[in-house]
């Protein structure tokens, strides 16, 4: 079993920066690929970005070059910088973790979720 806590969420205006960070527990942290989702009022819950066990990362194209993924083994934390925020990227923000080292954008190769953060981005 894993537990995943996010946190880091909160208002920010438009061109502005956020870190949101997931703590993970109970399962081998390091064994596992990790990815962060967003799901926006009446939207469904979409791939943001994901890592692999060994930190290969992967991203959504419409955060490409703003958002970056990161994970400390040491700290059994993962995070999300977003920098450059935009008002379309208004959502709830899941961390979640696989059973398996290997990297997934889809929301059914993840085992498990946080409860989530919310990001919101005013114009």
């Known amino acids: 079993q894993v537990q995943l806590v996010e946190s880091g969420g909160g208002l920010v205006q438009a061109g502005g920066s956020l870190r949101l960070s997931c703590a993970a527990s109970?399962?081998?942290?390091?064994?596992?690929?990790m990815g962060w989702f967003r799901q926006a009022p009446g939207k469904e819950r979409e791939f943001v970005a994901t890592?692999?066990?060994?930190?290969?990362?992967y991203y959504e194209d419409s955060v490409k070059g703003r958002f970056t993924i990161s994970r400390d083994y040491n700290k059994n934390t993962v995070d999300l910088q977003m920098n450059n925020l935009k008002p379309e990227d208004t959502a709830r923000y899941y961390c979640?973790?696989?059973?398996?080292?290997?990297?997934?954008?889809?929301?059914?190769?993840?085992?498990?979720w946080g409860q989530g953060t919310q990001v919101t981005v005013s114009s």
């Open positions: 109970g399962r081998a942290f390091s064994n596992s690929a």
């Open positions: 979640a973790a696989r059973a398996s080292a290997w990297a997934s954008f889809e929301l059914k190769a993840y085992n498990y």
């Open positions: 890592i692999s066990w060994s930190g290969t990362s």
